[in-house]
T-cell receptor, first 116, second 113 residues
Framework: NAGVTQTPKFRVLKTGQSMTLLCAQD?????MYWYRQDPGMGLRLIHY???????AKGEVPDGYNVSRLKKQNFLLGLESAAPSQTSVYFC???????????????FGPGTRLTVL | QQQVKQSPQSLIVQKGGISIINCAYE??????FPWYQQFPGKGPALLIA?????SEKKEGRFTISFNKSAKQFSLHIMDSQPGDSATYFC????????????FGRGTSLIVHP
């Protein structure tokens, strides 16, 4: 099992450009999350999904959109990138064996994004 | 409002010493408390976790101590090694309720050889 994978690993954008970050998991997890990590700020939740076709806003959703068309994929979009979106982005997934709870989070390796 | 407060922000320990990282939470409904370890350039990974029905959990050199009345939990790394140098995050969540864990802001641990 590959676990959680993220594409791309690195990206440099100019202000105003758009891009999509792809997250894929092969653990059949119901729940998926997008976080950004900035120095001294820890992990901040951008958007999350509790199942295929569902999405919800997290702590810092502005400037981002997401889609969960397939259970194994969770896409994060930046429609018009801004320098404030320079960050490291992590995708995570979780599930509980019973399917009723979400406990441990499994993280991908991250995408380092720079917006000039 | 930060629901899980983690301290210290950074920690430097000599090889063989004990590293202690503390977290305090506010929401008494939290019932799952994991610690994640993150090496540079990698994603966080679960290190050890505890539920409030026990006061301590040990896995090798890593121990979680949990104080329900004080709403605090801590990670102790015994015999700290340079390979333990990483960022550590505590978290808290509510099983069966919200699907969103609350993370502390992280502690950067450096273990000098």
């Amino acid at each position: 099992n590959a676990g959680v994978t993220q594409t791309p690993k690195f990206r440099v954008l100019k202000t105003g450009q758009s891009m999509t970050l792809l997250c894929a998991q092969d653990m059949n997890h119901e729940y998926m999350y997008w976080y950004r990590q900035d120095p001294g700020m820890g992990l901040r939740l951008i958007h999350y999904s509790v199942g295929e076709g569902t999405t919800a806003k997290g702590e810092v959703p502005d400037g981002y959109n997401v889609s969960r068309l397939k259970k194994q994929n969770f896409l994060l979009g930046l429609e018009s990138a801004a320098p404030s979106q320079t960050s490291v982005y992590f995708c995570a997934s979780s599930n509980h064996p019973s399917g009723r709870r979400a406990d441990t989070q499994y993280f991908g390796p991250g995408t380092r994004l720079t917006v000039l | 409002q930060q629901q899980v407060k983690q301290s210290p922000q950074s920690l430097i320990v000599q090889k063989g010493g004990i590293s202690i990282i503390n977290c305090a939470y506010e929401n008494t409904a939290f019932d799952y408390f994991p610690w994640y370890q993150q090496f540079p350039g990698k994603g966080p990974a679960l290190l050890i976790a505890i539920r409030p029905d026990v006061s301590e959990k040990k896995e090798g050199r890593f121990t979680i101590s949990f104080n329900k009345s004080a709403k605090q939990f801590s990670l102790h790394i015994m015999d700290s090694q340079p390979g333990d140098s990483a960022t550590y995050f505590c978290a808290a969540s509510i099983s069966g309720g919200s699907y969103i864990p609350t993370f502390g802001r992280g502690t950067s641990l450096i273990v000098h050889p």
